[in-house]
């Protein structure tokens, strides 16, 4: 079986595209799929290759994890059983905010500012029940491949440096190299990476008051807004970016974010960098605790990901719905 993945200039070639640093009408097979694309035949049985004991790792957390959820206009879902009779039991979630929890964001979720949705989707079509970039294109045809869990939390620890998540630090892309190096692993094109920091595991099992603290100031560990990060995705061919962190990158913005001027809205964050222009599926909030563990029991950093997330036609995001075998 021959790799469908595409041949693509390197990041540097990207920034003299429209808009600058995008891969927009470069995948021309399933273009609304993104960089998911990178993960084809070949990598799904790269991934199989992987699974040689029959264990699996859920990575996401309960739907109800995050109450209230780090996102302010997100809640918590409500759940309540219905009974038509006495013999039968049906569900109904109340406010369901897909990405509330272990999420993936979709190509909808973020526009290029002054540019429109991801290859020039325009905006009309963003809308309830149109199809356009919804999330539903990765679950008619899942994510799934080679994962590789990088471990930040174990590295930083290990360098006597440890992550203080009270503080929320700002983490350098090079960090995804040294962690990579330590382990004695590396990205392949098409790999899904996972980046395990101990946040989300931080956050849950902190009490009331101190995720109250964390939450109103809107204070979160995650990688440093800089050039370099879209440069590391797309220069390693990564299908998909998923953390254990809020929003993949730190909150609040840094001071000297280089999208400042680009990203006005969101105070100068990546997610148009990432999402709108490069296509890259994004997983935040992930459970990467129990496959983290492992990794370091076995020295094991690789596995079978797969990523299907709601058939939502039109959805902006999801959750994860991921699992790993190995």
């Given at each position: 079986?021959?790799?469908?993945?595409?041949?693509?200039?390197?990041?540097s070639?990207?920034?003299?595209?429209v808009?600058p640093?995008?891969?927009?009408?470069?995948?021309?097979?399933?273009?609304?799929?993104?960089?998911?694309?990178?993960?084809?035949?070949?990598?799904?049985?790269?991934?199989?290759?992987?699974?040689d004991?029959?264990?699996?790792?859920?990575?996401?957390?309960?739907l109800d994890?995050?109450?209230?959820?780090?996102?302010r206009?997100?809640?918590?879902?409500?759940?309540e059983?219905?009974?038509?009779h006495?013999?039968?039991?049906?569900d109904v979630?109340?406010?369901?905010?897909?990405q509330?929890?272990?999420?993936v964001?979709?190509?909808?979720?973020?526009?290029?500012?002054?540019?429109?949705?991801?290859?020039?989707?325009?905006?009309?079509?963003?809308?309830?029940?149109?199809?356009?970039?919804?999330?539903q294109?990765?679950?008619?045809?899942?994510i799934?491949?080679?994962g590789?869990l990088i471990?930040?939390?174990g590295?930083?620890?290990?360098?006597?440096?440890?992550?203080?998540?009270?503080?929320?630090?700002?983490?350098?892309?090079?960090?995804?190299?040294r962690?990579?190096?330590a382990?004695g692993?590396?990205?392949r094109?098409?790999?899904?990476?996972?980046?395990?920091?101990?946040?989300?595991r931080?956050?849950?099992d902190?009490?009331?008051?101190?995720?109250a603290?964390?939450?109103?100031?809107?204070?979160?560990?995650?990688?440093?807004?800089d050039?370099?990060?879209?440069?590391?995705?797309?220069?390693?061919?990564?299908a998909?970016?998923?953390t254990?962190?809020?929003?993949?990158?730190?909150?609040?913005v840094?001071?000297?974010?280089?999208?400042?001027h680009?990203?006005?809205?969101?105070?100068?964050?990546?997610?148009?960098?990432?999402?709108?222009?490069?296509?890259a599926?994004l997983?935040?909030?992930?459970?990467?605790?129990?496959?983290a563990?492992?990794?370091r029991?076995?020295?094991?950093?690789?596995?079978?990901?797969?990523?299907?997330?709601?058939?939502?036609t039109?959805?902006?995001?999801?959750?994860?719905?991921?699992?790993?075998?190995?």
């Open positions: 079986m021959t790799a469908t993945r595409p041949t693509v200039p390197p990041y070639a990207l920034r003299d595209h808009p640093g995008s891969s927009w009408g470069l995948f021309t097979e399933d273009p609304e799929r993104g960089m998911a694309n990178f993960a084809g035949p070949t990598e799904v049985l790269a991934g199989v290759a992987t699974v004991r029959g264990a699996a790792f859920d990575l996401d957390h309960p994890a995050f109450d209230p959820p780090m996102a206009a997100r809640r918590a879902p409500r759940h059983l219905l009974s038509s006495s013999e039968s039991r049906d979630l109340h406010g369901f905010y897909p509330a929890g272990s999420q964001d979709g190509l909808r979720h973020r526009r290029a500012s002054g540019y429109g949705f991801y290859n020039g989707v325009p905006d009309e079509e963003i809308r309830v029940g149109g199809p356009a970039l919804g999330v294109r990765w679950a008619e045809k899942p799934v491949g080679r590789v471990d930040v939390e590295l930083l620890a290990a360098e006597g440096t440890p992550l203080d998540h009270r503080a929320g630090p700002a983490l350098e892309v090079d960090v995804l190299d962690a990579l190096a382990q692993e590396s990205v094109p098409g790999d899904l990476v996972l980046v395990h920091t101990g946040w989300t931080w956050f849950l902190a009490d009331a008051d101190l995720r603290e964390v939450r109103d100031a809107r204070r979160a560990t995650g990688f440093r807004q050039t370099r990060f879209p440069e590391w995705l797309w220069d390693h061919r990564v998909l970016f998923a254990d962190l809020f929003a993949v990158e730190v909150l609040p840094v001071a000297d974010s280089p999208f400042l680009s990203a006005p809205e969101d105070a100068g964050m990546m997610h148009q960098e990432l999402i709108a222009k490069l296509g599926p997983g935040e909030l992930w459970n990467l605790t129990a496959l563990a492992d990794s029991a076995t020295g094991r950093w690789d596995a079978l990901v797969v990523v299907k997330p709601l058939h939502l039109g959805g902006v995001g999801s959750p994860a719905n991921a699992t790993a075998l190995r």
